[in-house]
């Protein structure tokens, strides 16, 4: 069964760095997401993303956050200059298509910031 | 943000017995709902949905119950099974949005 995979399953980076966060989404999908879970807390949204530009975002979404489809595999959440709040577990997600509602989400990447 | 809450933080329930998930709503735009599945250091998987203009879905072991009315959705599991020991997600949508909005989580055990 297609699932979708991630990349690192774990992430240590010191203040300030940048970090990059890898998915691969299945492969006949065309909308791709972000989400993540703080320890202890809700998965919140992050952004969602279409046809190569995004759709939705969150107010979690800031300027230090971006994200690109670099080839027609991948999708990667950039965090330009992380913070010790960063630190979370990151799961991507896709699905079909618009009419789709189901979200399939990887394994995540459990982002440390020291 | 509390739009969909979990009140029940955890539950126990013997081998065999239904476990009964409950999940409350406050946004009347929501028209979708899921339920995931998440065992530690893993992913949510998708184990059932429902659509507003249902009331009832089932799918094995697992059935869906929306009251929309009451603002209100239930997981159903019966038989409960040892494997099923793990934390379970409601999560909502509206038709036309991307996000989903997740409420806190249950976290379900399965006493043999």
């Known amino acids: 069964e297609p699932e979708v995979t991630q990349t690192p399953s774990h992430q240590v980076t010191q203040m300030g760095q940048e970090v990059i966060l890898r998915c691969v989404p299945i492969s006949n999908h065309l909308y791709f997401y972000w989400y993540r879970q703080i320890l202890g807390q809700k998965v919140e949204f992050l952004v969602s993303f279409y046809n190569n530009e995004i759709s939705e975002k969150s107010e979690i979404f800031d300027d230090q956050f971006s994200v690109e489809r670099p080839d027609g595999s991948n999708f990667t959440l950039k965090i330009r200059s992380t913070k010790l709040e960063d630190s979370a577990m990151y799961f991507c997600?896709?699905?079909?298509?618009?009419?789709?509602?189901?979200?399939?989400f990887g394994p995540g990447t459990r982002l440390t910031v020291l | 943000d509390q739009q969909v809450k979990q009140n029940s933080p955890s539950l126990s329930v013997q081998e065999g017995r239904i476990s009964i998930l409950n999940c409350d709503y406050t946004?009347?735009?929501?028209?979708?709902f899921l339920w995931y599945k998440k065992y530690p250091a893993e992913g949510p998987t998708f184990l059932i949905s429902?659509?507003?203009?249902?009331d009832k879905n089932e799918d094995g072991r697992f059935t869906v119950f929306l009251n929309k009315s009451a603002k209100h959705l239930s997981l159903h599991i019966v038989p409960s099974q040892p494997g099923d020991s793990a934390v379970y997600f409601c999560?909502?949508?509206?038709?036309?949005?991307?996000?989903?909005?997740f409420g806190q989580g249950t976290r379900l055990t399965i006493n043999p």
């Open positions: 946004n009347s735009m929501f028209d979708y």
């Open positions: 429902i659509s507003s203009i249902k």
């Open positions: 997600a896709s699905k079909t298509g618009l009419a789709a509602d189901t979200q399939y």
């Open positions: 999560a909502a949508s509206k038709r036309g949005a991307q996000k989903l909005v």
